[in-house]
């Protein structure tokens, strides 16, 4: 173990003690000192991000990864912005879930308690640095953060402003952390943290997500990886189908709730499946289909088998040809990700049995799979979409951040 | 992988998706049939039951061990009670937990359904491969059980019997799978079972519940392990006092939520420790003290460091003497396992900062920690006491054992 790790672990769940008794007035005007002070030091934050940003052009990291870690005035603006709206939103923590007296006159009650101490461990973005430490803060958790190196400069000067914002309130300095060895070795140690983390949420990449699934000891929340289907059933309506699949593909492609890959009832396909290749490809959307859809569509590069379970995460989609609503379910609890599925059709006894049968955290009839999402659910704020099924699964709001506890008051009861 | 768990895990995993469609008239008359079967099949189960306490006997297990994995015609008639009880409980998969439509028609429910295929990990008893599948069954789940080599033959006639039965019934008869092979690397296939177990439930002793949370790449809910404390604060009354320390200790020591460990404040200690020693060695507990309690009361064995940390589940009783509810709320949480702790107080200040502050599934003012436990709180059936904080924590009743689905319901929607 480093002497960071777990020194900062340590001071993470001594804070978490003290975040677990703050009122929910004290948790705000702490948020509310944050959003103020990363205005403030503005110019510090941005003239950091530059360091990343120029590291990051030596190494000619791809133009859209550079893009996720620029910050400007704007995107600092809008951190703040978002810290305002959570700031409004109605604190779990001591919600009563169950309240029962027994008839010994025993009264046991189920209350919302925050987890105590939430390990976050994310890749480029900075802005997840803010996200993750403001929605931990609102649920009275204290945070151990765990950025990528590429960002590490400007992650260390948000955080630098999140304990100067702190230093004026109740709320403890040291429940923010930020491990500053971005090494693999550091990483596997998080993994192992059990003594102070209560859990571990991975935010990134299937390769990233997938690592901290297998390896970890401390309870995980699985998130993201989103390889998403559509299946048109034969009596799909055409002009919502073009609608969904078009949304569905390329309003926002790089996001886990876009789709990866299409199944086509074979009657659709053979009347209807040209016309909407040609509508794809004119969104310069690339076409990986299989044998019915090339020799169909000449544009199409073929599929092979891996391509059945990959996540794009660009303009290009999987298409495969196939016989029923059955075919449909077994494919996608095959190769999906357990996140958000759809299906196109105007035939109620065919969505009934996706509905039911497809293994998803979301399961749409004729609408986008682009729904799932934690502000479009209207729960206003997001720490990531759950793709297991314990604890929970979906768009986490805050909820999400909390554990329960049962307060039993006596005056004496004994077990008979 | 060998070829049993990866074919029993398959097996597993498409009957789950039978399981999920049935209604809740389907599932109880499988639980019908499970129950009148065990009494049919009672002389061959006991049979296979006598061949397992013979080799014990051979091997010298404990007495108490042995009589754990005895069974009789009273025993199994009792399983079949248990059945008809969790055929009267409601049926939580369906349950519709949110329900709101967005502006733009789109209209989405979050509903409970079941968690697909369980993994149950345990030991000796075998009424744990009866309540284990039966509460599985009745949440619409498969399960995969891996009880212990001692208990294999009464395991594997329990699970013939249960075959029987649902092969009377819409119920298939894979949603209920016994893996024969009881050595440890079988069950350290099973700890990363990915593609079949969607959870993993240790039942057993620490050092099973353990190895299990520091293996497992499939999702763990731990159950379990109890150091539990009694903390006497100053102003505590006496007979109450002895009162339930006598039942949290002495009334079952070997289950979890008996106390292993008793804190008493200073002056109560030096005004009523001896008498409550007293009536703690009458009934034939072992008081194992620090300096202070051994000073006082003579019988006592002195307590190393590592006593503080250790379950004993047997009539033995750590106690240490503090100074204030601050050291006790330190210490319980440096040594605990987060189970039930209580507080035994007339000071409500005192009994709010402990409750508040013990992190602990569950906490008693003035009341016995034997409280914890499903049936006490009525949920009707328990799986198992969760100690862990994601999902489930506390006593685990049917609800445990579903996840939930968001299923979105439109007639054209994208996203703007």
């Not at 990134?204 to 690592?211: E, T």
């Amino acid at each position: 173990m480093t002497t960071e790790i777990t020194q900062k672990g340590k001071l993470a769940k001594r804070a978490s003690y003290t975040m677990n008794t703050l009122t929910t007035a004290q948790k705000n005007e702490a948020l509310q000192a944050i959003a103020k002070q990363l205005v403030v030091d503005a110019d510090t934050i941005l003239a950091q991000n530059a360091l990343d940003i120029t590291a990051a052009e030596a190494q000619q990291l791809p133009a859209s990864t550079i893009d996720r870690m620029l910050l400007t005035h704007d995107r600092i603006q809008a951190m703040a912005d978002a810290i305002e709206l959570l700031i409004d939103l109605a604190d779990p923590v001591g919600e009563v879930l169950e309240d029962f007296t027994k008839d010994n006159g025993l009264h046991v009650q189920k209350v919302r308690v925050p987890l105590g101490v939430v390990g976050m461990i994310y890749e480029s973005r900075p802005n997840v640095t803010i996200d993750a430490a403001t929605l931990c803060l609102k649920t009275g958790n204290a945070v151990i953060l765990r950025g990528s190196s590429s960002a590490k400069h400007s992650n260390m000067a948000l955080v630098a402003s999140i304990h100067t914002a702190l230093a004026t309130t109740d709320c403890p300095v040291d429940a923010v952390q930020l491990i500053e060895d971005t090494s693999r070795e550091a990483a596997a140690e998080l993994f192992h943290l059990t003594e102070y983390l209560d859990v571990l949420i991975p935010r990134g990449g299937a390769a990233l997500i997938n690592l901290v699934v297998r390896e970890a000891s401390v309870p995980v929340l699985e998130t993201g990886a989103g390889n998403c289907h559509i299946f048109i059933d034969a009596s799909a309506n055409v002009d919502m189908t073009k609608s969904i699949v078009l949304n569905a593909k390329t309003q926002r492609p790089s996001v886990c709730n876009a789709i990866e890959s299409l199944l086509i009832e074979r009657s659709w396909f053979a009347t209807h499946g040209v016309a909407l290749f040609e509508a794809l490809a004119q969104a310069n959307v690339t076409i990986i289909g299989d044998d019915a859809v090339q020799a169909a569509f000449p544009a199409t590069t073929a599929a092979t088998d891996d391509d059945w379970g990959h996540e794009y995460l660009d303009l290009k989609l999987s298409v495969k040809v196939i016989d029923d609503v059955f075919e449909a379910i077994t494919h996608i609890n095959t190769y999906g990700t357990n996140h958000s599925e759809a299906i196109l059709t105007e035939d109620a006894a065919n969505a009934q049995t996706f509905l039911r049968n497809v293994d998803a955290a979301a399961v749409y009839h004729n609408a986008s799979t682009r729904f799932t999402d934690g502000f479009e659910y209207g729960y206003g704020a997001e720490i990531g979409i759950s793709t297991q099924k314990l604890h929970a699964r979906g768009p986490m709001g805050l909820p999400a951040l909390t554990s329960t506890k049962y307060i039993g008051i006596g005056n004496g009861q004994i077990r008979g």
